[in-house]
């Protein structure tokens, strides 16, 4: 983890928000941007990427939860929220992968020292299970493929599992592609083959 995050603050309470970025500096981060109302927090964060936002729930224009939702769309951030308000409408919104920390006001620096530290470790162990899961997604996808195209080229060919799947890697090889890249071929093939044949 990071310890000097890039930091973009959003309250509308001006006292709050200086605390906030006061307290973040002594903490060794860097607050790159304030900001007083949902869409500055939107448009704001879009430009200066931040590693991390906090902000309040309730602000002018567009809620907190509104602004960190519409930017997780685009990039995934994590968020630490920050409101007066914990009333269960308001907790059955802020159940996102993204919003990491919750704090109700008023706050103490350790505190949001603490929030920080565990919004990011939180952050960074959702977005692994993420990526894992992708990436098991995709190996069972690819899987599925190759094992389309073997049965295709056993067919084919009139041979057996073991070599057709050694004709392929050796197609793949041969091309310099991805076993799945000539997996993809055997299959737009077929069904071209398919299309003559009716």
Do not use: W
Not at 102 to 115: G, N, R
Not at 118 to 135: D, P, Y
Not at 144 to 159: D, P, W
């Amino acid at each position: 983890m990071k310890t000097k995050l890039r930091i973009v603050v959003a309250e509308d309470e001006r006292d709050m928000r200086e605390f906030i970025q006061e307290s973040l500096e002594r903490l060794g981060h860097q607050v790159v941007a304030t900001c007083l109302t949902g869409k500055e927090l939107l448009a704001t964060a879009q430009t200066a990427a931040p590693d991390l936002i906090v902000a309040d729930v309730r602000m002018p224009e567009m809620d907190g939860i509104d602004a960190v939702r519409a930017l997780n769309r685009q990039r995934p951030v994590p968020v630490v929220l920050i409101t007066a308000h914990h009333d269960q409408e308001t907790l059955a919104r802020v159940n996102a992968d993204f919003i990491v920390g919750y704090l109700i006001k008023p706050i103490s620096e350790p505190e949001l020292k603490t929030a920080v530290t565990l919004a990011m470790s939180r952050f960074e162990h959702t977005q692994g299970v993420i990526k894992e899961n992708s990436e098991l997604r995709q190996a069972l996808e690819d899987r599925k493929l190759v094992e389309r195209a073997k049965g295709i080229v056993m067919k084919r060919l009139g041979t057996d599992e073991d070599d057709a799947f050694r004709r392929m890697r050796k197609q793949a090889s041969h091309q310099n592609a991805k076993l799945h890249e000539v997996c993809k071929g055997i299959l737009a093939a077929e069904e071209v083959f398919h299309n003559l044949e009716i």
